[in-house]
């Protein structure tokens, strides 16, 4: 059985079919889109040094609330980290650039990521 959201891919679920198993997938949650452009975020984003996405939903959620021509203006000095590729396409899709992205597609490979990323700078 997977537990996963409601959104989530089936390439796991259609992997293992294709090796015989029989799988069951089950929705646990849905993820909502809840970020809003309004006065108090502008002020976090505008000092904000780096951006983490950890799914293509929630850059796609995340920039669903902004105006995308103003949240690149904001984004000029901001680094944009993304947990793994398909996490990254969904950014350039959107038209952003991403700095860093994770060879290990978990947090804590995000994380080093983020700390290498730092040290060679």
């Not at 997977?2 to 993820?31: C, S």
Request: charged residues 25%; glycine residues 4%; proline residues 2%.
């Amino acid at each position: 059985m997977i537990i996963n959201a409601l959104e989530a891919r089936d390439v796991l679920a259609k992997g293992l079919e294709k090796m015989g198993a029989k799988v069951t997938v089950a929705p646990a949650y849905q993820t909502v889109a809840r970020a809003q452009e309004h006065k108090s975020t502008r002020k976090i984003l505008k000092d904000t040094d780096i951006i983490t996405f950890t799914s293509s939903l929630a850059v796609k959620n995340f920039l669903a609330g902004f105006n995308k021509h103003s949240l690149k203006a904001r984004f000029k000095n901001t680094l944009i980290a993304s947990i793994g590729p398909i996490t990254s396409w969904a950014i350039r899709t959107a038209g952003f650039t991403v700095n860093i992205e994770a060879k290990e597609y978990t947090l804590e490979g995000l994380t080093k990521a983020i700390v290498k990323y730092y040290k060679n700078r």
